[in-house]
Protein backbone atom coordinates (compact mmCIF):
# COMPACT_ATOMS: atom_id res chain seq x y z
CA UNK A 1 0.00 0.00 0.00
CA UNK A 2 2.64 2.39 0.82
CA UNK A 3 4.57 1.62 -2.48
CA UNK A 4 0.99 2.20 -4.42
CA UNK A 5 0.88 5.71 -2.31
CA UNK A 6 4.35 6.63 -3.07
CA UNK A 7 3.48 5.76 -7.11
CA UNK A 8 0.27 8.34 -6.79
CA UNK A 9 2.47 10.83 -5.13
CA UNK A 10 5.26 10.91 -8.39
CA UNK A 11 2.81 11.11 -10.77
CA UNK A 12 0.47 13.53 -9.19
CA UNK A 13 4.40 15.62 -8.97
CA UNK A 14 4.89 14.92 -12.45
CA UNK A 15 1.56 15.69 -13.72
CA UNK A 16 2.17 19.60 -11.61
CA UNK A 17 5.12 19.83 -13.91
CA UNK A 18 7.71 18.47 -11.57
CA UNK A 19 10.74 17.09 -12.88
CA UNK A 20 12.13 16.76 -16.65
CA UNK A 21 9.57 14.47 -17.58
CA UNK A 22 6.60 16.75 -16.11
CA UNK A 23 8.02 19.89 -17.87
CA UNK A 24 8.06 17.57 -21.29
CA UNK A 25 4.44 16.40 -20.38
CA UNK A 26 3.08 20.25 -19.72
CA UNK A 27 5.27 21.30 -22.81
CA UNK A 28 3.35 18.12 -24.99
CA UNK A 29 -0.06 19.64 -23.98
CA UNK A 30 0.95 23.28 -24.40
CA UNK A 31 1.30 22.11 -28.07
CA UNK A 32 -1.73 20.03 -27.87
CA UNK A 33 -3.89 22.89 -27.06
CA UNK A 34 -2.02 25.26 -29.60
CA UNK A 35 -3.26 22.31 -32.01
CA UNK A 36 -6.49 21.45 -31.44
CA UNK A 37 -7.11 25.58 -31.40
CA UNK A 38 -6.20 25.54 -34.68
CA UNK A 39 -8.15 22.82 -35.82
CA UNK A 40 -11.09 24.13 -34.26
CA UNK A 41 -10.33 27.90 -36.11
CA UNK A 42 -9.96 26.24 -39.61
CA UNK A 43 -13.27 23.81 -39.04
CA UNK A 44 -15.48 27.04 -38.90
CA UNK A 45 -14.12 27.84 -42.26
CA UNK A 46 -16.70 26.22 -44.39
CA UNK A 47 -14.36 25.43 -47.43
CA UNK A 48 -11.54 24.00 -45.42
CA UNK A 49 -14.60 22.32 -43.33
CA UNK A 50 -15.41 20.39 -46.55
CA UNK A 51 -11.98 19.77 -47.85
CA UNK A 52 -10.46 19.06 -44.48
CA UNK A 53 -13.24 18.05 -42.80
CA UNK A 54 -12.42 14.51 -42.25
CA UNK A 55 -8.56 15.48 -41.09
CA UNK A 56 -9.59 18.10 -38.95
CA UNK A 57 -12.00 15.05 -37.21
CA UNK A 58 -9.47 12.94 -36.38
CA UNK A 59 -7.19 15.43 -35.33
CA UNK A 60 -9.57 16.37 -32.76
CA UNK A 61 -10.55 12.63 -31.58
CA UNK A 62 -6.70 12.07 -30.95
CA UNK A 63 -5.99 14.87 -29.31
CA UNK A 64 -9.56 14.68 -26.80
CA UNK A 65 -8.70 11.11 -26.12
CA UNK A 66 -5.18 12.33 -24.68
CA UNK A 67 -6.99 15.16 -22.65
CA UNK A 68 -9.10 12.63 -21.36
CA UNK A 69 -6.28 10.48 -20.11
CA UNK A 70 -4.60 13.74 -18.67
CA UNK A 71 -7.41 14.32 -16.98
CA UNK A 72 -8.32 10.80 -15.47
CA UNK A 73 -4.62 10.54 -14.22
CA UNK A 74 -4.53 14.12 -12.50
CA UNK A 75 -8.09 12.82 -10.78
CA UNK A 76 -6.56 9.28 -9.98
CA UNK A 77 -3.69 10.55 -8.57
CA UNK A 78 -4.69 12.95 -6.33
CA UNK A 79 -5.73 12.73 -2.73
CA UNK A 80 -8.99 14.31 -2.36
CA UNK A 81 -10.95 13.98 -5.53
CA UNK A 82 -14.37 15.61 -4.81
CA UNK A 83 -12.08 18.35 -3.85
CA UNK A 84 -9.96 18.55 -6.62
CA UNK A 85 -12.68 17.92 -9.14
CA UNK A 86 -14.31 21.54 -8.15
CA UNK A 87 -11.39 23.32 -8.55
CA UNK A 88 -11.57 25.81 -11.10
CA UNK A 89 -8.60 24.21 -13.86
CA UNK A 90 -10.20 20.96 -13.15
CA UNK A 91 -13.47 22.20 -14.49
CA UNK A 92 -11.58 23.26 -17.09
CA UNK A 93 -10.12 20.06 -18.39
CA UNK A 94 -13.50 19.02 -18.17
CA UNK A 95 -14.92 21.75 -20.23
CA UNK A 96 -12.16 21.01 -22.93
CA UNK A 97 -13.22 17.53 -23.42
CA UNK A 98 -17.08 17.47 -22.50
CA UNK A 99 -18.30 19.12 -25.92
CA UNK A 100 -16.64 16.36 -28.09
CA UNK A 101 -18.75 13.46 -25.93
CA UNK A 102 -21.69 15.46 -26.33
CA UNK A 103 -21.44 16.02 -30.04
CA UNK A 104 -20.70 12.63 -30.31
CA UNK A 105 -23.83 11.43 -28.13
CA UNK A 106 -25.91 13.75 -30.09
CA UNK A 107 -24.49 14.83 -33.21
CA UNK A 108 -25.96 18.19 -34.57
CA UNK A 109 -27.92 17.99 -38.01
CA UNK A 110 -25.48 20.46 -39.75
CA UNK A 111 -22.51 22.10 -38.84
CA UNK A 112 -23.97 25.41 -39.00
CA UNK A 113 -26.61 25.11 -36.77
CA UNK A 114 -26.56 26.94 -33.45
CA UNK A 115 -26.17 23.67 -31.48
CA UNK A 116 -22.75 22.68 -34.13
CA UNK A 117 -21.52 26.20 -33.48
CA UNK A 118 -21.96 26.00 -29.90
CA UNK A 119 -20.33 23.08 -29.57
CA UNK A 120 -17.18 24.47 -31.27
CA UNK A 121 -16.65 27.78 -29.60
CA UNK A 122 -17.17 24.96 -26.24
CA UNK A 123 -14.11 23.35 -27.81
CA UNK A 124 -12.49 26.89 -27.97
CA UNK A 125 -12.81 27.33 -24.29
CA UNK A 126 -9.79 24.45 -24.31
CA UNK A 127 -7.29 27.48 -25.18
CA UNK A 128 -7.97 28.25 -21.10
CA UNK A 129 -6.22 24.96 -19.79
CA UNK A 130 -3.17 27.17 -20.79
CA UNK A 131 -3.57 28.70 -17.50
CA UNK A 132 -2.92 25.90 -15.86
CA UNK A 133 0.87 26.54 -17.45
CA UNK A 134 1.08 30.03 -16.85
CA UNK A 135 2.77 31.38 -13.91
CA UNK A 136 0.91 35.18 -14.21
CA UNK A 137 -2.41 33.30 -13.98
CA UNK A 138 -0.89 32.39 -10.34
CA UNK A 139 -0.34 36.57 -9.84
CA UNK A 140 -3.90 37.40 -10.80
CA UNK A 141 -5.64 34.56 -8.87
CA UNK A 142 -3.34 35.88 -5.98
CA UNK A 143 -4.79 39.86 -7.08
CA UNK A 144 -8.33 38.41 -7.11
CA UNK A 145 -7.89 36.56 -3.63
CA UNK A 146 -6.95 39.06 -1.81
CA UNK A 147 -7.76 42.53 -3.51
CA UNK A 148 -11.57 41.72 -4.23
CA UNK A 149 -13.42 43.93 -2.19
CA UNK A 150 -10.99 47.08 -3.59
CA UNK A 151 -12.16 45.67 -7.44
CA UNK A 152 -15.76 44.59 -6.36
CA UNK A 153 -16.06 48.35 -4.77
CA UNK A 154 -14.40 50.15 -8.02
CA UNK A 155 -16.83 47.40 -10.16
CA UNK A 156 -20.08 48.82 -8.27
CA UNK A 157 -18.90 52.71 -9.02
CA UNK A 158 -18.06 52.54 -12.42
CA UNK A 159 -21.38 51.06 -12.99
CA UNK A 160 -23.49 53.38 -10.63
CA UNK A 161 -21.48 56.23 -12.85
CA UNK A 162 -22.69 55.05 -16.05
CA UNK A 163 -25.99 54.84 -15.03
CA UNK A 164 -25.68 58.28 -14.19
CA UNK A 165 -23.63 59.71 -16.77
CA UNK A 166 -25.99 58.05 -19.31
CA UNK A 167 -29.36 58.98 -18.28
CA UNK A 168 -28.05 62.91 -17.44
CA UNK A 169 -26.73 62.54 -21.36
CA UNK A 170 -30.37 60.96 -22.29
CA UNK A 171 -32.01 63.94 -20.56
CA UNK A 172 -29.96 66.91 -21.79
CA UNK A 173 -29.56 65.40 -25.67
CA UNK A 174 -32.69 63.90 -26.13
CA UNK A 175 -32.65 64.33 -29.85
CA UNK A 176 -28.95 62.27 -30.29
CA UNK A 177 -29.92 59.55 -27.51
CA UNK A 178 -33.34 58.87 -28.03
CA UNK A 179 -33.20 56.15 -25.12
CA UNK A 180 -31.13 55.26 -22.15
CA UNK A 181 -29.48 51.99 -23.28
CA UNK A 182 -28.04 54.00 -26.13
CA UNK A 183 -26.18 56.83 -23.93
CA UNK A 184 -25.45 54.20 -21.60
CA UNK A 185 -23.76 52.24 -24.26
CA UNK A 186 -21.67 55.87 -25.51
CA UNK A 187 -20.97 56.65 -21.60
CA UNK A 188 -19.44 52.90 -21.25
CA UNK A 189 -17.32 53.79 -24.63
CA UNK A 190 -16.46 56.85 -23.31
CA UNK A 191 -15.32 55.71 -20.33
CA UNK A 192 -13.17 53.15 -21.93
CA UNK A 193 -11.44 55.43 -23.91
CA UNK A 194 -12.27 53.02 -27.31
CA UNK A 195 -14.53 55.99 -28.56
CA UNK A 196 -15.73 54.00 -31.80
CA UNK A 197 -17.53 57.32 -32.80
CA UNK A 198 -21.33 55.83 -33.74
CA UNK A 199 -22.75 58.23 -31.45
CA UNK A 200 -21.69 61.22 -29.71
CA UNK A 201 -22.69 65.00 -27.90
CA UNK A 202 -23.49 67.34 -30.60
CA UNK A 203 -24.77 70.31 -27.87
CA UNK A 204 -22.61 72.46 -25.94
CA UNK A 205 -24.44 70.49 -22.66
CA UNK A 206 -23.92 67.43 -23.43
CA UNK A 207 -20.33 67.70 -24.75
CA UNK A 208 -19.96 69.36 -21.35
CA UNK A 209 -21.45 66.19 -19.68
CA UNK A 210 -18.92 64.06 -22.10
CA UNK A 211 -16.36 66.12 -20.97
CA UNK A 212 -16.78 65.12 -17.60
CA UNK A 213 -17.18 60.91 -18.38
CA UNK A 214 -13.59 61.71 -20.18
CA UNK A 215 -12.45 63.20 -17.24
CA UNK A 216 -13.55 60.27 -14.96
CA UNK A 217 -12.58 57.81 -17.13
CA UNK A 218 -8.49 58.29 -16.39
CA UNK A 219 -9.72 57.61 -12.15
CA UNK A 220 -11.79 54.68 -13.33
CA UNK A 221 -8.61 53.11 -15.28
CA UNK A 222 -5.68 54.72 -12.99
CA UNK A 223 -7.42 53.21 -9.60
CA UNK A 224 -7.39 49.58 -10.16
CA UNK A 225 -4.50 49.81 -12.27
CA UNK A 226 -2.86 50.85 -9.29
CA UNK A 227 -4.09 48.24 -6.87
CA UNK A 228 -3.37 45.06 -9.38
CA UNK A 229 -0.09 46.47 -10.07
CA UNK A 230 1.13 47.00 -6.36
CA UNK A 231 -0.66 43.34 -5.60
CA UNK A 232 1.29 42.11 -8.40
CA UNK A 233 4.49 43.51 -7.12
CA UNK A 234 3.74 41.99 -3.67
CA UNK A 235 2.89 38.59 -5.24
CA UNK A 236 6.59 38.65 -7.04
CA UNK A 237 8.23 39.85 -4.55
CA UNK A 238 7.08 37.37 -1.61
CA UNK A 239 8.52 34.96 0.96
CA UNK A 240 9.27 31.62 -1.14
CA UNK A 241 7.38 28.71 0.09
CA UNK A 242 6.11 25.07 0.06
CA UNK A 243 3.14 23.87 -1.05
CA UNK A 244 2.11 20.26 1.21
CA UNK A 245 0.70 18.13 -1.53
CA UNK A 246 -1.75 16.56 1.48
CA UNK A 247 -4.08 19.22 2.02
CA UNK A 248 -2.97 22.00 -0.16
CA UNK A 249 -1.30 24.59 2.56
CA UNK A 250 1.11 26.89 0.62
CA UNK A 251 2.06 28.92 3.38
CA UNK A 252 4.51 26.72 4.68
CA UNK A 253 8.15 28.52 4.76
CA UNK A 254 10.54 27.03 2.00
CA UNK A 255 13.02 25.63 4.89
CA UNK A 256 10.00 23.80 6.70
CA UNK A 257 10.13 19.76 7.14
CA UNK A 258 6.97 19.49 8.04
CA UNK A 259 3.57 20.92 6.47
CA UNK A 260 2.40 23.27 9.64
CA UNK A 261 -1.40 22.58 9.45
CA UNK A 262 -1.42 18.91 8.55
CA UNK A 263 2.00 17.65 10.10
CA UNK A 264 3.01 15.69 6.47
CA UNK A 265 6.67 15.46 5.59
CA UNK A 266 7.30 18.46 3.27
Given at each position: MANYDNFKD????VM????????AID???????????????LESVKDLRAQYGNFLEYVELIITIIFTIE??????????????????????????????????????ASPDLLF???????????????????????????????????????????LIFLFLIGSVEYLVEPQT?????????WALVTLATVGY????????????????????SVAFI???????????????FRPETVTCKKCGNGRNPKDAKFCYRCGKDL
Open positions: KVHAKGEGRLGQVFVIILIIVSLGAITYLIRLWSCDNRIRHVSRPLYLIDLVAILPFYISLIAPPARAIRVLRAFRILKLGRYLAVVEGIKYVIRTRKAELASIVVISFDNIPNAIWGDIHPLTPIGKIVGSVAIYMAIPTAIIGASLTQYY
